[in-house]
Every structure is written in C-alpha cells, then in structure tokens.
C-alpha cells in the first residue's frame, strides 16, 4: 500500500511553505498519526547537525526540515532531507547528499554530473521514511511552476512523481497577483500533476476576508481547484529557512523590537550582513528576550547606537572576512568597546589569521590576516566536521557568569587553535576579555549563555535590564493553531486517503 503524501508546493519563493507544512506536522501528530517530514532537495546555508538515517554520525539537512521533525514530534535525520545545495559564492554550491558534503560545482556541473545521484538518494530516503511513517508531509521549493526546469526538478516535479503526492498550493497575498500566480502556475503545470492539485491555501492576508470571496468563487469556477483556506499574515515563530528574510546587503532589519519594552530600557546587538551569510537563526533566541533588539547591519553601516556585536556564522569566511574589510567594518569595531562575540565563521574572524585560506576562498591567498581580537589561528582542510554537541560551558568573556551544560551543533570546515594568552570557551572557543568566538551554533538557544551575554550587554550600556518574562506560546503550537483555524484540515485528510 503506498503510504499517503502531501506535497506543499508554492506559485513562488517565500510564500509560506514551510510553515504551512510544519503545522500540517503537528495536527496530524495530535491527530496520532506517525508523521514524515520530507524536502527531496533544498538550498540553503541555515542547516542542522542530525544523525544520519543508515549510518553512524551526523549529517546536515536544511533547518525547515528540521523544524517540521520537531514539528511532527520525530527525531530529525538525513533522510528528512536527503539532497542539500549550500550556496559557497561565484554561482557555486556545496551538494550534500545524504548528510555528507560530496563535492562543490555551479548549477550546470550540478545537473550535468550529479542530478542523477541526487534523485536516487532522494528517492532512497524517501522509501525509508514512508515504510515506517502513516503520511508524509513532503515541502517543495520555490515555485512548482519554473518551465525550464520541469525535467530535472528534484524537489517539486520529481518529487511529487516518485511519491505520488497529492500536492497542496500556496500563494503568497502580500506580493500581489495572488490570482494571477495560482491561475499561471496551475496552467503551467505538467497534466499529470495537475490532476493531483487537490486545493489552494492562499497566506499572509491583512483585512477583511469578505472582500475576497467573489475573487475566491472565480477562482475556483475558473481552476476546478478548491480554495481550503485564507491564513492571515501572522508569524509564528518558526526559525527562518534561509536568507530570504534577511535584509539585502544594503539595507537594516531590526528583529525584536514589538515586544513593548521602551527604548530606554533596551539594548540593540548588530550583526553584520556578511554577504555569504549562514545560520542566521542562531540570532533569532536573542531578539526574543525582552528589551533586546537584533539588527542586521550593512557592512558599511556605523556602530554607534549599538550596545553588542556578534559576527555570524559564514558559507565562505575567507571572503566575507575581505568584503567586511573593504566595507569598512573592521575600523568601526576597532571603536567599538562593547561585548563582541563570533560564532563559527565569525569566530575564525576574529583570530590572528587563517592558513590554508585559498581552500575556502575564491582567490589564491593561502594566508589572510584576521581581525586579530583572538590570540588565534584557523586552518582550513577539505574535511568537514559535522555533529551535535554537548559541552560544559565554563564561562569566560562575556559569558564570564555562565557555567554548565550547553547543547548545540557545529557544522565547518577548519580547525581553531589558541596561540596566545586566552581563556578555553566550551571546547574549542576561546576569549579575552569582553571578546569570545566559538564553533557552536544555536548557543543561544540555551538559556544560561543567553542571559550571560544580555546581562553583558545590557551592563556594558549602563541600562537596568527589565524583568519582563517572555511568554511567547510554543511556536510548533501556534502554526498548528494557525493552520488548524483557517484551513479546511478535514478536506485535506479526506483528499490523502486518511
């Protein structure tokens, strides 16, 4: 018997998928069903450290499956998704397969030379997961309607063929000409698939729904398709899939500042928008304490306002470590005076230098200098290292208050080694002063390193940090609830077969 599943496909980018699915996740978990999330292929450099589904050790899959794992009240694993695309620069992507990086090459090597692997290994992970699970809830990326890709689509078309999916549609309202995309990207589907379209959700809507209803009568005269539901634009708090949400290089985003505190009684930590990006969630934590606001920051931006700095995690250190420095960052944090964190990527900014530099960057250096805050030194080598850790976290820098366990997961290449006089952060971290760096990304997650560099930070501005407590609900919940009051979740269990 095949096992039931649901591809959430979109008429775009950043339309809503991933939540749309993890809250399908959840409700049909409460519902007791054994749920699989499933991403036959995603890009994106916002990974996790999960065990490897036929094997020993860690491997890597995109955060959105991730997500819907914990969504689904599953342990996450590689097969949840089996093909990763890491964008490294210069059109360039580093392919996971099946957790273990396998090799860098531009989107025509891709298609040329691995496509084929990839499917096979998608397909792979695909019958493991539906032999033990009552429905797999499959995401798609971008939109399902790109023509000239029809033919090598991993994760829409292909996918949807080999699991004979039903395939659920979401279309974005706040972009405008929701009609217009659902109508073209139904049109434009191949005929095998479109018979398999069994509704549309249409997100992120502001306003009266009334107004809608007789665009919504068209649509479905029209199309033949159902409309299951309207979801209103709300943000449940699930960790962003990648960097689409993030501020182009030029501009500011502030995250954390609707939460009522007033300004004179909040701090704002910068984090530079280094072009090659990664794990930006690791902030995400933070900018939910009260009275902490996060900004991405241009690279050319000043620091003044600016109470804390954390340097994020990076595809490509090398880099980024030169476009800061043509930028200019690198003299506005020789004044500033404030705690001063890196994680990861921005960790191996922070030391004295990195050898063997040209493995990870596009030019011919086989050594760049740091920014030099670190009595360290990086040396980058072709190996990979990938695991989830936990680690006693004796406090130095600005984690100076913090002791105990801490639970996270690294995923880099090169190692870090102090040179100089430096206290030993949580394994292979290292600080001096109001300045630390280490390898492990969702610290912040972790309650304890948290309020140890807010209580830093907000010290270092001479402000009274507010006893406000967070009463944020569970963010898996609140997409299920969300989910759960707009869309018709009956119709779509009858359309799967459950």
Known sequence: ????????????????????????????????LVVAPFKAQNMSNNARAVAVSDGDGFGEIGVSQYVQARAARVTPVTDH?????KPHGNGASQLVVHGSAVGTNTAGDYYADDWHRARDAAQTSYDRLADTADVVIAEGAGSIAEINLHDRDLANVEAARFTDADILLVADIERGGVFASIVGTLELLPADLREHVVGVVITKFRGDPSLLESGLDT????????????????????????????????EWKTIGD????????????????????????DFEPVAEVPGVRVSYLPLDA?????????????????????ALREAGF????????????????????????IDN?????????????????????????????????????????????VSGPVTGYEIHQGTTRIVGD?????????????????????????????????????????????????????????????IASNVSVETLLDSVGL
């Open 1 to 32: 018997m095949t096992t039931p599943t649901l591809l959430v496909a979109g008429t775009a980018s950043h339309v809503g998928k991933s939540t749309v699915a993890a809250g399908l996740c959840r409700l049909f978990s409460d519902r007791g």
């Open 81 to 85: 998704n089996p093909v990763l695309l």
């Open 219 to 250: 649509l479905e005269e029209r199309t033949g398709v159902p409309v299951l539901g309207v979801v209103p634009y709300d943000d449940p708090g699930l960790p962003e899939e990648d960097s689409l949400s993030l501020p182009a290089g030029g």
């Open 258 to 281: 609707d939460d009522g505190v007033p300004d004179s009684q909040s701090v704002t930590i910068g984090v530079p928008r280094l072009p090659r990006i990664s794990n930006a969630t």
């Open 302 to 322: 000043s620091l003044a306002g600016i109470d804390g700095v954390v340097l994020p995690g990076s595809k490509n250190t090398v880099d980024d470590l030169l």
């Open 330 to 353: 690198d003299a506005e944090l020789d004044d500033f005076d404030g705690p001063l964190v890196g994680i990861c990527g921005g960790y191996q900014l922070l030391g004295e230098r």
């Open 357 to 401: 530099a040209d493995i990870e960057g596009m030019g011919d250096d086989e050594t760049v200098d740091g920014l030099g805050y670190l009595p360290t030194v990086t040396t980058f080598s072709t190996e990979k290292r990938v695991e989830a850790v936990s680690v006693e976290f004796d406090g130095a820098g600005p984690f100076a208050s």
């Open 422 to 482: 430096a206290a030993r952060l949580a394994g292979d971290g290292a600080a001096v002063g109001r300045v630390a760096g280490t390898y492990i990304h969702d610290l912040f997650a972790n309650e304890a390193p948290r309020d140890g560099f807010v209580n830093a930070v907000y010290e270092h501005a001479g402000r009274e940090r507010p006893a406000v407590k967070n009463e944020t609900a569970d963010p898996y919940d609140r997409a299920a609830n969300l």
